[in-house]
């Protein structure tokens, strides 16, 4: 059965640093996200991308986001600089066409910790 | 605004049945989800409901009552395995149909 897969599964780093958090969507789907998770919080969304531009972002995809699907098979999230707040599990999800089934997949998740 | 709620812990004893609540009051309303999330692991899908009504897949049934702005997830016959967090998760209808989920109920299976 195909699945949506991401990279690195943990990914340790400094205040301060670059992380690129890498996905690969199920490879007929059209619509892709990402959400977060903080430890003992709920499921947040962060961004959404469609036909290769950011369809919707909430607040707390700010200027230190970004997204990119740099080929036809990835899908990136990038922080800049990251802050101890970053700390979270990161969710990858992808979705069939306009006309297809309305429900997400979601990957493993990458855990991300910040020191 | 989005609010979803839902008890944030169950206990329910193996063999029995348990129904988790949610009452939603969102912007816009184009579907209604229940995923189950193991600890450290990803959310799986377990329904969709965007009419109302009762959907049923084999020990797992949903409710959805929009006039109310409440669901239902309705697990029958327990298995220990089933000891899992529960996200009702609503789908605005916004743009790209990103989901808002609740915080989620943590359902313990006790022998």
């Known amino acids: 059965e195909p699945e949506v897969t991401q990279t690195p599964s943990h990914q340790v780093t400094q205040m301060g640093q670059e992380v690129i958090l890498r996905c690969v969507p199920i490879s007929n789907h059209l619509y892709f996200y990402w959400y977060r998770q903080i430890l003992g919080q709920k499921v947040e969304f962060l961004v959404s991308?469609?036909?290769?531009?950011?369809?919707?972002k909430s607040e707390i995809f700010d200027d230190q986001f970004s997204v990119e699907r740099p080929d036809g098979s990835n899908f990136t999230l990038k922080i800049r600089s990251t802050k101890l707040e970053d700390s979270a599990m990161y969710f990858c999800a992808s979705r069939e066409g306009p006309t297809g089934s309305y429900e997400q997949y979601f990957g493993p998740g990458t855990r991300l910790t910040v020191t | 605004g989005q609010n979803i709620d839902q008890p944030t812990e169950m206990t329910a004893t193996e063999g029995a049945i348990v129904q988790i609540n949610c009452t939603y009051q969102?912007?816009?309303?184009?579907?209604l989800f229940w995923y189950q999330q193991h600890a450290g692991e990803a959310p799986t899908f377990l329904s969709y409901?965007?009419?109302?009504g009762l959907e049923e897949k084999g020990r797992f049934s949903s409710f959805l009552s929009r006039s109310k702005g409440y669901s239902y997830l309705l697990l029958k016959e327990l298995q220990m395995k089933d000891s899992a967090s529960y996200l009702c998760?609503?789908?605005?209808?916004?743009?790209?149909?990103?989901?808002?989920f609740g915080k989620g109920t943590k359902l313990s299976v006790i022998p």
């Open positions: 409901n965007v009419l109302d």
């Open positions: 991308f469609y036909n290769n531009e950011i369809s919707e």
């Open positions: 969102t912007s816009g309303f184009n579907g």
């Open positions: 998760a609503v789908n605005s209808g916004a743009g790209s149909y990103q989901l808002t």
